[in-house]
C-alpha cells in the first residue's frame, strides 16, 4: 500500500510514522507545559471589574486531552469563574468577562486577540494559538452530576450546544484522556491526515470516532494500521455516520431527532461535532486513500 502521509516513507508502518513525525518528544512538551503555564497565570493574576475571580483554568481540547499532533496543537484554555451564579449570568456577563481577559493578556504580554467571538478570544503567541473560554462550573452547582446539567440545558433549546460547551469541557477532557496512548496515537494520525488534506472536520469528531471504534472491537490493541483504517472506512461514508455514547446521559433521546449524519458529543447532548464538516469532501479524500 502507497504511503498515507507526505512524510511517510515507502513501507514504513504507521506506528514507526507516529513516532517519527507526529508524536511529540519529551522536550517538546515540557516546552510545551511552560508556554502553558505562563498563560495559565497571567489569567489567575490580577482581579476582574467588579467582583469576579478565576477560580480554576482547564487545559483542554487536544493538550488536555493528550491527542496533540506535533506543530498543529493549539492551546485551550477554558477559565472557570467565581461569582457567576448560573448559564444564563455567564451568557449575560460574557462580554464583560471576555473584555477583562483580553486586557489581562495585553498588560502582560502586550498582545491583542487575532480573533473575538461571542465565546471566546484567539491570541497567537510563541508560535502557538490560543483560545480562552470564560465558563461557569457546573458541575460544582449541579453536585456533580450531569444528569441535572442536561435537565437544566432543556430551556435553552438550540442554543445549549454553544451556551454550555466551554463548562462541559471538564467531562470531554474526562471521556478521552484516559484513552490508552495507542488509541490516541491513531487520532493524532488522523489529524494529520485531515490537515493535509485540508478537511472541514473538527478535530474532537476524530477523536470520538476512534474511540467509538475501538470500544465497539472491545477494547485491547487491534493495532495502529487496522484501527487507522478502519476509522478512514467509516470516513467513507462520514454523511451517514450515527455515532453517540451513553456515558453520562441516554443518546436515544437526543439521537431520535436527528435526520443526518452525526457524532454526538458524550458531554453535550445537543453538540453534534460532524455539523458544518464538508462530509462529501471527506468521504472523497477517504475513499481516494484506499485505492493508493
Same mark, same amino acid.
Given at each position: 500500500?502507497?504511503?498515507?502521509?507526505?512524510?511517510?516513507?515507502?513501507?514504513?508502518?504507521?506506528?514507526?510514522?507516529?513516532?517519527?513525525?507526529?508524536?511529540?518528544?519529551?522536550?517538546?512538551?515540557?516546552?510545551?507545559?511552560?508556554?502553558?503555564?505562563?498563560?495559565?497565570?497571567?489569567l489567575h493574576? #490580577?482581579?476582574?471589574?467588579?467582583?469576579?475571580?478565576?477560580?480554576? !483554568?482547564?487545559?483542554?481540547?487536544? &493538550?488536555? @486531552?493528550?491527542? =496533540?499532533?506535533?506543530?498543529l496543537?493549539?492551546?485551550?484554555?477554558?477559565?472557570?469563574?467565581?461569582?457567576l451564579?448560573?448559564?444564563?449570568?455567564?451568557?449575560?456577563?460574557?462580554?464583560?468577562?471576555?473584555n477583562?481577559?483580553?486586557?489581562?493578556?495585553?498588560n502582560v504580554?502586550?498582545?491583542?486577540?487575532?480573533?473575538?467571538?461571542?465565546?471566546?478570544?484567539?491570541?497567537?503567541?510563541?508560535?502557538?494559538?490560543?483560545d480562552?473560554?470564560?465558563?461557569?462550573?457546573?458541575?460544582?452547582?449541579?453536585?456533580?452530576?450531569?444528569a441535572?446539567?442536561?435537565?437544566?440545558?432543556?430551556?435553552?433549546?438550540?442554543?445549549?450546544a454553544?451556551?454550555?460547551?466551554?463548562?462541559?469541557a471538564?467531562? #470531554?477532557?474526562?471521556?478521552?484522556?484516559?484513552?490508552?496512548?495507542? !488509541?490516541?496515537?491513531?487520532?493524532? &494520525?488522523? @489529524?494529520?491526515? =485531515?490537515?493535509e488534506?485540508?478537511?472541514n472536520?473538527?478535530?474532537?469528531?476524530?477523536?470520538?470516532?476512534?474511540?467509538?471504534?475501538?470500544?465497539?472491537?472491545?477494547?485491547g490493541?487491534?493495532?495502529?494500521?487496522?484501527?487507522?483504517?478502519?476509522?478512514i472506512?467509516?470516513?467513507?461514508?462520514?454523511?451517514f455516520l450515527?455515532?453517540a455514547?451513553?456515558?453520562?446521559?441516554?443518546?436515544?433521546?437526543?439521537?431520535?431527532?436527528?435526520?443526518?449524519?452525526?457524532?454526538?458529543?458524550?458531554?453535550?447532548p445537543y453538540m453534534?461535532?460532524?455539523?458544518?464538516?464538508d462530509?462529501?469532501?471527506i468521504?472523497?479524500?477517504?475513499?481516494?486513500?484506499?485505492?493508493?
Amino acid at each position: 500500500m502507497a504511503p498515507a502521509f507526505r512524510l511517510q516513507a515507502p513501507g514504513e508502518s504507521l506506528d514507526s510514522f507516529a513516532q517519527r513525525q507526529i508524536t511529540t518528544t519529551p522536550l517538546e512538551r515540557t516546552r510545551f507545559g511552560q508556554d502553558v503555564d505562563t498563560f495559565v497565570q497571567i489569567l489567575h493574576s #490580577q482581579a476582574f471589574c467588579g467582583s469576579y475571580t478565576v477560580k480554576e !483554568v482547564v487545559k483542554s481540547g487536544s &493538550l488536555g @486531552k493528550g491527542t =496533540a499532533v506535533r506543530d498543529l496543537a493549539d492551546i485551550d484554555l477554558v477559565v472557570f469563574i467565581n461569582g457567576l451564579t448560573s448559564i444564563a449570568d455567564l451568557q449575560a456577563n460574557r462580554g464583560r468577562l471576555l473584555n477583562d481577559l483580553e486586557q489581562k493578556v495585553k498588560n502582560v504580554l502586550g498582545i491583542s486577540p487575532v480573533k473575538r467571538t461571542q465565546y471566546s478570544l484567539s491570541f497567537n503567541w510563541n508560535g502557538h494559538k490560543v483560545d480562552i473560554l470564560p465558563a461557569f462550573d457546573l458541575l460544582s452547582r449541579y453536585g456533580g452530576s450531569p444528569a441535572n446539567i442536561y435537565n437544566a440545558m432543556v430551556q435553552f433549546g438550540p442554543n445549549a450546544a454553544l451556551e454550555f460547551s466551554a463548562s462541559l469541557a471538564p467531562l #470531554q477532557v474526562q471521556f478521552v484522556k484516559p484513552v490508552p496512548e495507542h !488509541v490516541k496515537r491513531v487520532i493524532r &494520525l488522523l @489529524k494529520l491526515w =485531515a490537515e493535509e488534506r485540508s478537511l472541514n472536520i473538527r478535530s474532537y469528531a476524530l477523536e470520538l470516532l476512534t474511540i467509538f471504534l475501538w470500544r465497539s472491537r472491545g477494547g485491547g490493541n487491534p493495532g495502529t494500521d487496522f484501527l487507522f483504517y478502519e476509522a478512514i472506512k467509516q470516513l467513507m461514508n462520514c454523511g451517514f455516520l450515527r455515532i453517540a455514547f451513553d456515558d453520562y446521559y441516554n443518546s436515544s433521546y437526543y439521537t431520535s431527532i436527528l435526520t443526518r449524519g452525526y457524532i454526538l458529543d458524550p458531554a453535550n447532548p445537543y453538540m453534534n461535532t460532524l455539523a458544518g464538516a464538508d462530509t462529501a469532501k471527506i468521504s472523497l479524500q477517504a475513499i481516494m486513500i484506499t485505492l493508493l
